[in-house]
């Protein structure tokens, strides 16, 4: 019985731990804070994360709903919040290298990435790189996506020059 009581006080005391306003880390196993999706409050705090000299760093987010630019400002199911997904940063790859699945999705890339970040909660990414091009991509439900194309023919672009920042957007589910 004694035991009993002693489990019973140890879970309402993580109860009453997990509450409380201010918690900002699952370090007990709480639920993680709320992910702001203000995104101008979101890049400015991201801004003060950068540690690299060299390199690419910027924020990941997702949008989805009607995001056309007709739409009423106060009455629009547009959202845009930060995300966490694998990035991987290929060499600079063109189109006809690789294999589409529809729209910005393929199934695989003809080389290994040169380098693999996963972002934090807000989204925040930075990865050192040397000066160069390349093509970034993110995991989504098990295939590739791209953030856009250039005018050569190379998937997800960015090129590379001390630190270069770089914030991404998926958007295949937003309507414009």
Request: glycine residues 8%.
């Amino acid at each position: 019985m004694k035991q009993l009581t002693t489990m019973l006080m140890g879970a309402l005391l993580l109860l009453a731990a997990c509450s409380k306003k201010d918690k900002q880390k699952d370090d007990i196993g709480c639920a993680p804070a709320p992910v702001s999706c203000n995104m101008p409050e979101v890049y400015a705090a991201n801004e003060t994360k950068r540690t690299i000299t060299q390199g690419l760093w910027g924020t990941l987010a997702f949008q989805e709903g009607n995001c056309m630019p007709v739409q009423d400002p106060n009455n629009t199911t547009c959202r845009t919040c930060p995300v966490q997904r694998k990035l991987r940063i290929y060499p600079y790859t063109m189109l006809q290298h690789v294999l589409p699945v529809n729209g910005s999705f393929y199934d695989g890339f003809p080389n290994s990435p040169v380098a693999t970040v996963v972002p934090d909660a807000q989204g925040f990414f930075q990865v050192a790189l040397p000066d160069g091009q390349y093509s970034v991509l993110a995991e989504e439900d098990g295939r590739l996506y791209a953030f856009g194309w250039d005018g050569q023919g190379g998937v997800s672009p960015v090129t590379v020059s001390g630190v270069t920042k770089w914030n991404l957007t998926f958007n295949y589910k937003a309507t414009f």
